[in-house]
């Protein structure tokens, strides 16, 4: 099973789904800069079709934080992962 | 907006591995007044579409003006872009002037002063930079007390804005060269609701959504695509449920539809669009399948026809297939099926014509009828790079050239040619003259010795260049004045040694000994250089066979290594002796 948002992270990024993981963040993942940041949201709103707030955005500081908003919006079902 | 345009079909289009289709490459310099990153991989995704690679660079965020006043701290002159483009909000560049200019209530002096160094800085930047730079227009502000919706501000954001406007394009029109990018215009056609992204450009200095930013990337391509390329050049139409509504052959001149209603209405707003284009230099020509006498009285009778029968430079009316007209208008004009955009209504015809002869675009036209009339705008089709004066007089020309096909018949040849009165003069290229010369290198086909292509400023470097000498040909003969439709680009090898960088003429003048009387007043100007030898070559391309003996039926002899070919100059200077024409020269006066 692919887990669908580490797969959309790890293309963003650039970098091996392998080695990101929940705890993923700006601090361990060095390309995750704030212009990444930007480009991440946008393919989240478009892959989830879904829309972040300011928010959102703001908490989103690891991958298991972005899970758990995507699954709060109803977008992502906890089961699938 | 059309699929191939959406955000998701050009990020998809960059995931999937492409066989490049040519080698042609591009080199971008994006400098914004916001992040403009995103911008790339649209950018990216629409040059791939034209089968371009694009490598782009990004400057550093807002730093507009400096990189204007100082390129040379941002740009490697040893390797610099083919582009420079500039995006810019005037609310990133001069807040604070901006905000002063709603508290004093107008378009203040400060704000003025402040675009003056914008401009100023484009005027050094244009100095210091030889290829191709794009600027845009300030775009409506996102900006506290410019917002459309607030009730008794007595429009003030939006006087001022105005002001603001005017003045750019005041200002950026006494820059040459330097092509424009009309943000405010692309805004007002998505509208600032779907454009703005709010929470973006508080979080990330970008002001906007991705759909919008997929259109910004494909404007931009347009602009810098056509400064290279040639645009479409004749637009053929249909008639029937094309042109109006209902058949003619059926309905008669009083039963078909057009006019002022519904759906008459949409059939005369098409027909301004196409007059705008012809108006512009397109060509238009009509393809139908009808009794000639029944659509030509439309043409001719009908109050509410926009184009007239005279606006139509070639007519098509028969019982043929669409695909023998199409042929036949494009031998008629004497250009290229490749320059040809067909509309019709007809599905069928449309299949067969894409089947058979893939180098015409073709256009149905549209199932929603109301959609109609704006069909072709934004196609790019017709874009080009600037406007000629012989743009603007190609279609009464062509109409001259049809008149004297039909008398040529009942002359003999040589009559005919003495009463043609046809005139040739060959000079040396003004700044006036480079915008026409650059448009013919970068457009002929047929005609074209080595399709050398060359942006507007590299004309102009040669232009200047103690080396070279870049000629135009105007020809003339009694019914009518053709205008600059020749160019000779000549390098001076060493000592009398003058070689043919370029050589080619419109197609429209070939065929009556212009092309002997050019490449003897060409070799006529060298002797006035004191060269004694022409060295000239063939590049051979898919459509310039017609020249592939050009320099062996001029007195030329092949190089065996070089594959070039030679000729003494004082050879050529007299094969112009024998034609009926009047061939004037005149070099540059020396300073």
């Not at chain 2, 001022?160 to 029109?173: D, K, N, R, T, V």
């Not at chain 2, 290279?228 to 008639?239: E, F, G, Y």
């Amino acid at each position: 099973m692919v887990d669908r948002v580490v797969k959309l992270f790890a293309g963003v990024l650039g970098v091996n789904e392998e080695s990101l993981d929940d705890a993923s963040s700006p601090d361990t993942v060095s390309q995750w800069d704030s212009l990444a940041a930007m480009h991440l949201v946008a393919e989240i709103e478009d892959v989830f079709k879904v829309e972040l707030s300011t928010r959102d955005i703001m908490k989103m500081q690891s991958i298991g934080i972005v899970k758990t908003v995507l699954i709060e919006k109803g977008v992502l079902n906890r089961d699938m992962l | 907006m059309s699929n191939s345009r959406s955000p998701q079909y050009l990020k998809e289009l960059l995931r999937t591995p492409q066989k490049p289709s040519s080698s042609e490459s591009t080199d971008i310099y994006l400098a914004g007044s916001f992040t403009l990153d995103p911008l790339v991989p649209y950018l990216k995704a629409h040059f791939l579409a034209e089968g371009v690679a694009a490598n782009i660079a990004t400057g550093p965020y807002n730093q507009v003006l400096q990189f204007c006043h100082q390129p040379e701290s941002y740009i490697d002159k040893a390797a610099p872009p083919d582009v420079v483009c500039l995006i810019w909000r005037i609310e990133d560049v001069y807040p604070k002037a901006l905000e002063n200019a709603l508290v004093e209530g107008k378009f203040q002096a400060e704000l003025k002063i402040e675009l003056d160094r914008i401009v100023e800085g484009l005027a050094r930047l244009r100095e210091w930079f030889q290829g191709i730079i794009v600027v845009s227009t300030p775009p409506f502000p996102q900006f506290p007390g410019f917002s459309a919706n607030e009730v008794g501000q007595g429009q003030l954001g939006a006087r001022i804005f105005q002001a603001i406007s005017e003045y750019w394009s005041e200002q950026i029109a006494a820059l040459r060269q330097t092509q424009t990018f009309d943000l405010q215009a692309l805004l007002l056609l998505h509208g600032m609701t779907t454009a703005h992204d709010a929470r973006k450009w508080y979080m990330y200095r970008q002001p906007y959504r991705e759909i919008f930013l997929a259109e910004m990337a494909w404007m931009v391509s347009r602009i810098i695509l056509a400064q290279k390329r040639s645009a479409r050049k004749c637009i053929v139409l249909d008639c029937d449920n094309t042109l109006w509504g209902g058949i003619i052959g059926e309905d008669g001149i009083a039963g078909i539809q057009l006019g002022d209603d519904f759906p008459g209405r949409v059939y005369r707003d098409f027909q301004f669009q196409l007059k705008r284009l012809h108006q512009r230099g397109i060509l238009l020509s009509v393809a139908s399948k009808n009794n000639p006498d029944d659509v030509l009285a439309v043409f001719n009778n009908h109050d509410a026809m926009v184009l007239r029968q005279a606006d139509i430079s070639c007519f098509e009316i028969g019982w043929e297939s669409k695909v023998e007209s199409l042929k036949r208008i494009a031998k008629t004009l004497n250009i290229g099926l490749d320059s040809l955009v067909f509309i019709d209504d007809n599905r069928k015809e449309i299949a067969e014509v894409e089947l058979r002869l893939p180098e015409v675009v073709c256009i149905t036209v549209t199932d929603e009828i109301a959609d109609f009339p704006m069909i072709l705008t934004g196609t790019g089709w017709f874009d080009q790079a600037q406007m000629t004066e012989e743009d603007r007089n190609r279609a009464g020309m062509m109409r001259a050239a049809q008149i004297r096909e039909q008398e040529s018949s009942s002359l003999t040849e040589e009559e005919f040619k003495h009463s043609l009165a046809l005139r040739l003069s060959v000079f040396e290229v003004d700044p006036q003259h480079v915008a026409r010369v650059t448009q013919l290198v970068n457009k002929t086909n047929q005609f074209n010795l080595t399709t050398i292509r060359r942006a507007q400023n590299e004309i102009e470097a040669l232009v200047l260049s103690g080396q070279h000498r870049v000629l135009a040909a105007n020809v003339s003969d009694r019914y009518g004045d053709y205008g600059l439709v020749g160019v000779g680009i000549l390098e001076q090898q060493s000592g009398d040694i003058w070689f043919i960088d370029t050589l080619l003429l419109s197609c429209r003048v070939l065929g009556r000994d212009v092309e002997t009387a050019l490449i003897s007043a060409i070799a006529d100007l060298v002797d006035q250089e004191g060269g004694c030898k022409l060295v000239g070559r063939f590049i051979p391309t898919l459509k310039n066979s017609q020249t592939e003996h050009f320099y062996s039926k001029h007195g030329f002899q092949p190089d065996r290594q070089s594959g070039d070919w030679h000729a003494d100059v004082s050879v050529v200077k007299t094969l112009s002796q024998g034609l009926v024409c009047d061939i004037s020269i005149h070099a540059r006066q020396k300073t």
